[in-house]
């Protein structure tokens, strides 16, 4: 490896591709979407607009702490708020943040160049001692952060200069940059955040963060609204909209009618029945755009009968993708292969390797129902219906897994759908005890960062936080080791590549699909990225008025 490697250096506006308006019309006989008509972004928004008015279909986030949000709603406000050291564009891709360069001076120093002249919404100055204690609270126990994990091969956080921070690793590590643009890099305020303290994030505590928007208001079980920050760092991002303002809207048919009268200007996640709606409507349109998401059925413990590979092999037999695509997601996705979704290297120097080696990959198998039933006979046929978990009031959950159900109890396995709350959904990923009692849990995750690896690791790896079940291969773990530590883009992929073909057909999950982003947006606005980035970048601030 070089001595010294800059990752990312000054501002540059990468990968943000200008794309035109997309509806969900389709272009082929089976109702899916082709992949050309996919776009990452809008037209930018050229006029100011006072206020917008945004859904958020999955309900009312549970925080806006950067530390702790992991899941839609709360990525959806907090990505616009609070600022992150490398920045997320539409296409996946990563530009400078609030590091305006971030550099590897050796294997064991990874060295932060902090923008001068940044200030928190309260007007005082973003300084090292921020970044140092948020990097830091991460770690910290008594946050219960969702992502300390990114600082395992890190030994010490300093500030190293006016406007610099150096991190001591244990050895290179090609994901600390790119973890960097996710909520994990997001900086706040230390006087603020202590004098919070578990409050932070709350509708009670607050923020103080230096993104384009400012949490101006939020009213539990009303709405979030949103303030542009006149005083904003990055000037060529200078928001448009003065006011955003975030309503929680869980039923598909309130949704729909708030979009199509104007009442609500846009949303993400827009169901597959709304959206049929919508393409009929003038008021606006609908966008689809790559996505990271990926639809899987997990086990949600190793000692459900469910966690039998044989059982969920015959799951995966008898369950037919292309249908569930067609008929659930209304054509807005395709079949998927392994845990990652290929837009996650989409802009990755070695994309390539990325790409060979998933295509790789054995085809999605064909429904076959004798097979499928003999895999159950091996198995042993359950001897009580399997409890299948979804969040309470999500249809397109509700659609997929009753899909599911029906496809099942062909080959003799009854499954029984338990609806929780948002909160419960959410907990379980993190909280073993909420899963008791849960053989299968249908989930709509996502890869936040592009980097396929260290999301797999969570999943295959023995300390990994989504490894439910306890599987470890030590071939497949050493291989994500190489490829978390290769400072060679390529050398890192071929790592990964082998870790793919070897975990694939022998972790505890049942690959269904990658969903595309749906999202819908008025046409007297424009500028809201279409792609799945939205989730880690400041989109609205791309937003503005178009006149119509």
């Known amino acids: 490896m070089a001595a010294k490697k800059t990752v990312l250096t000054v501002l540059t506006s990468v990968g943000l591709l200008a794309a035109t308006a997309c509806t969900s019309s389709s272009d082929r006989s ?65 530009s400078p943040g609030l590091a305006e360069k971030v550099t590897w001076k050796d294997d064991h120093t990874l060295v932060l160049d902090l923008r001068s002249g940044v200030t928190f919404w309260d007007g005082s100055a973003m300084t090292p001692a921020d970044v140092v204690y948020s990097l830091e609270r991460q770690r910290d126990p008594r946050t219960q952060a969702l992502y300390g994990n990114y600082l395992a091969a890190v030994s010490s956080v300093k500030a190293s200069g006016a406007h610099q921070v150096t991190l001591r690793t244990k050895g290179y590590d090609q994901t600390l940059p790119k973890a960097l643009s996710t909520s994990f890099g997001a900086v706040s305020q230390k006087t603020y955040t202590e004098k919070a303290g578990a409050a932070y994030g709350t509708a009670k505590g607050g923020l103080m963060c230096t993104g384009p928007f400012k949490l101006a208001s939020w009213k539990s079980g009303g709405g979030i609204t949103l303030e542009r920050n006149s005083a904003y760092w990055d000037t060529a991002l200078m928001p448009k909209a003065k006011r955003v303002d975030f309503k929680f809207i869980t039923d598909n048919n309130s949704l729909t009618s708030a979009l199509l009268s104007g009442e609500v200007d846009g949303t993400y996640e827009l169901p597959p029945g709304s959206a049929t709606a919508l393409a009929r409507s003038d008021s606006g349109s609908v966008h689809l755009g790559p996505s990271t998401q990926n639809v899987l059925l997990i086990p949600g413990n190793a000692a459900s009968p469910a966690a039998d590979r044989k059982l969920l092999d015959a799951l995966s037999l008898v369950v037919d993708r292309k249908a569930l695509v067609k008929n659930v997601f209304g054509g807005a996705g395709t079949t998927l292969k392994s845990l990652v979704p290929p837009f996650t290297w989409h802009g990755d120097k070695a994309a390539a390797q990325y790409d060979a080696a998933y295509a790789a990959l054995p085809d999605v198998p064909a429904p076959d129902l004798d097979k499928a039933k003999k895999l159950v006979a091996e198995a042993g046929a359950p001897s009580r219906p399997l409890v299948a978990a979804i969040p309470a009031g999500d249809q397109r959950s509700l659609q997929a897994l009753t899909f599911i159900q029906a496809a099942a109890k062909k080959i003799g396995v009854d499954i029984t759908i338990k609806q929780l709350q948002p909160t419960e959904m959410s907990a379980l990923f993190y909280d073993p005890s909420v899963r008791k009692g849960l053989d299968l849990v249908l989930t709509f995750g996502y890869v936040s960062m592009p980097d396929p690896a260290s999301y797999v690791a969570e999943s295959v790896t023995p300390k990994g936080i989504f490894n439910w079940t306890g599987y470890s291969n030590a071939e497949v ?44 947006m008025n046409k007297r606005i424009s500028g809201a990225p279409s792609s799945f980035a939205y989730m880690g970048m400041p989109w609205a601030a791309y937003l503005g008025g178009t006149g119509k």
Request: proline share 6%; net charge negative; charged share 20%.
């Open 477 to 520: 773990t050493r291989h994500l080791d190489e490829a978390r530590t290769a400072s060679d883009p390529v050398v890192s992929a071929k790592a990964y590549a082998k870790a793919q073909a070897l975990y694939t057909p022998t972790t505890a999950a049942v690959y269904l699909a990658t969903t595309y982003e749906r999202m819908y």
């Open 30 to 94: 089976d109702g899916t979407p082709a992949k050309e008509r996919l776009t990452t972004t809008t037209a930018r928004g050229t006029a100011e607009v006072g206020r917008v008015t945004w859904a958020l279909p999955y309900g009312e986030p549970t925080t806006l702490d950067p530390a702790k949000v992991g899941d839609y709603s709360p990525q959806t406000v907090e990505s616009n708020l609070c600022d992150t050291l490398t920045r997320m564009n539409a296409d996946f891709s990563l």
